[in-house]
């Protein structure tokens, strides 16, 4: 079986209005790192390419995360009061049963981000925000022989919201307001 040990250590700092900045770093190492395979293998007297999950090695991934959510008026005396939240993630890996270069982790990008906002209007039952979420393209290698290339990932969504009562609300959404063609 595939085991995985690690790490993580993370500080955070509240501010006075109710923010937070936090970063926090992590190590993993994987021991008998599982992911599917494929070979040529005779299936019933016939030769066919079959993808099964096998041990390949191990692999170790590491990573940083910022994050920080407050309202600018915190950090700008004259602004609006829009409410901010944001996060960065990098991350590194190396697959040791695989050939370099790309040899990460399938699935995890090199780093995310995400930026938002959210503004109540005052003496109106009214809020709108939105929110950014990027991810780079990345390539991976499988195998000697495999390689999987991932396009990059942006969405843009939006929402408003109308509050009634504390009991209820009326929320519209848009999401993927910027389409881009995306290859996974």
């Known amino acids: 079986p595939e085991l995985a040990t690690g790490l993580d250590l993370a500080f955070e700092h509240y501010l006075s209005a109710g923010g937070v900045l936090s970063i926090g770093v992590f190590e993993r190492r994987i021991d008998q790192l599982i992911r599917p395979q494929t070979t040529l293998e005779t299936v019933g007297g016939v030769q066919r390419w079959v993808s099964r999950p096998q041990n390949i090695g191990d692999a170790v991934t590491r990573g940083v995360e910022l994050e920080a959510k407050f309202r600018l008026d915190q950090a700008i005396k004259e602004a609006p009061g829009v409410e901010l939240r944001s996060n960065l993630s990098v991350y590194r890996s190396r697959v040791e049963g695989v050939p370099g270069p790309d040899n990460r982790l399938d699935s995890q990008a090199k780093a ?54 504390p009991a209820g609300a009326l929320r519209v959404l848009a999401s993927n307001l910027s389409p881009e063609e995306y290859v996974a």
């Open 112 to 165: 995310t981000a995400n930026l938002g906002a959210d503004y109540r209007f005052r003496g109106l039952p009214l809020t709108l925000g939105g929110n950014l979420n990027w991810v780079p393209g990345y390539r991976t290698r499988l195998s000697e022989e495999e390689v999987q290339t991932v396009s990059r990932k942006r969405v843009f969504g939006a929402y408003a919201l109308w509050t009634f009562s």
